[in-house]
């Protein structure tokens, strides 16, 4: 059986082409799946009841199973999705104030191999790239799902996206041209991996990239982060001067705030100081718990503190809302399991 989703028109039209059936059908099957969320052929009623029989002989939309839906107070919806090998992700929907957009979280992998000591991702190391198909595949179950159309998306869910480039690139390109939503409404998160970075920056694209910066020293950062022994502060500082050299664009940093441990004034200073020559906005994100560590949440006093001492410094900052933290939902609450 062949998989509607992730397909192009063209490729689409490989197939009503052995159907002998022109490529005027082949644009409307592209449309119900991208633009109005099919879930099966038989939804498809602007085709013939024939040439809908014909195809469900050989074609599904979606092999991708909703596991667990669960929705939080504050709007989040967050689902469990099961690929045909059994392997699990999550993907989540937030809603912002601003009603108009709605924002997909995807995940790139199933686990993750950097090993944050904060992350429950990385608890569960790295079991396997999700493909193209796959990432996109999180998008139309929400649409689907729904009924609604997916306005942003953020590659902040399992995984790190630029260990699996290849997928993300090509994913980020329907998105793009079937969606139809921005480049500038996609934003991929890297916890820094120099080679992807230096990748990116050779590309002429309009979306943002974040970077999981987390301390603004080595020894620090290694702690939290042990991809800091491979590409350490340094280094990333070189890459990320030269991705905005090259291709104009200002960065997000991302920096997850823990209590008494990266959230004192000497770290905001030190934090300030090594992006005062680098485009960038910051985003500070509380930490949210996850088992297997004893990190804490600092408290909002803590929180405001950091955000002023960077602001001085001439950066624009914002502080990440918490979404969905009472369904694990919540950034670095994902584990791709059932609790
Ligand atoms: N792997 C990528 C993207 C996914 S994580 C990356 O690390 O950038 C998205 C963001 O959530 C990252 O900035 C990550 O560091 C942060 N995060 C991970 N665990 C967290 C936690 N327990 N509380 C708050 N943020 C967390
Ligand atoms: Fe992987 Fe990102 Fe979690 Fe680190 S924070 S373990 S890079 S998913």
């Not at 195809?55 to 689902?79: F, P």
């Not at 929400?142 to 630029?162: A, C, S, Y």
């Not at 509380?286 to 088992?291: E, I, Q, R, S």
């Amino acid at each position: 059986m062949q998989v509607l989703t992730g397909l192009s028109q063209k490729e689409i039209e490989i197939i009503t082409d052995n159907l002998h059936q022109s490529k005027f059908r082949a644009r409307q099957i592209h449309n119900w799946i991208y633009l109005k969320s099919a879930s099966s052929i038989d939804d498809m009623t602007d085709l013939s009841k024939d040439f809908r029989e014909q195809l469900k002989k050989i074609a599904v939309v979606s092999n991708v199973k909703i596991k667990i839906k669960q929705i939080s107070s504050d709007g989040t919806i967050k689902y469990l999705l099961e690929y045909p090998d059994g392997e699990c992700v999550e993907t989540v929907l937030m809603r912002f104030d601003n009603r108009a957009n709605l924002t997909a979280c995807v995940s790139s992998q199933v686990g993750c191999a950097v090993n944050c000591s904060f992350c429950a991702t990385g608890k569960r190391g790295f079991v396997r790239n999700l493909t193209y198909k796959e990432i996109i595949e999180q998008v139309l179950t929400i649409q689907r799902d729904t009924g609604l159309k997916v306005t942003n998306v953020v590659f902040m869910g399992q995984g790190e996206p630029l260990l699996n480039l290849d997928n993300v690139l090509k994913a980020m390109e329907i998105f793009n041209e079937s969606f139809q939503i921005g480049q500038r409404r996609i934003t991929v998160s890297t916890s820094g991996i120099i080679p992807g970075i230096k990748r990116l920056a050779e590309l002429d694209m309009q979306s943002t990239l974040a970077i999981s910066l987390h301390a603004p020293e080595h020894d620090l950062r290694k702690k939290l982060m042990p991809i800091e022994e491979k590409f350490n502060l340094d280094e990333l500082k070189l890459a990320l001067k030269d991705y905005v050299q090259k291709t104009g664009r200002r960065i997000t940093v991302e920096y997850l705030l823990i209590k008494d441990l990266n959230d004192t004034v000497p770290c905001a200073k030190k934090l300030a100081e090594y992006l005062f020559d680098l485009k960038c906005n910051v985003n500070i994100i509380p930490y949210n718990p996850t088992a297997d560590n004893d990190y804490q949440r600092p408290s909002n006093n803590a929180i405001m503190r950091f955000k002023c001492l960077l602001e001085h410094s001439g950066k624009k900052v914002t502080v990440r809302l918490e979404r969905g933290a009472d369904i694990d939902a919540a950034c670095g609450q994902l584990k791709g399991k059932v609790n």
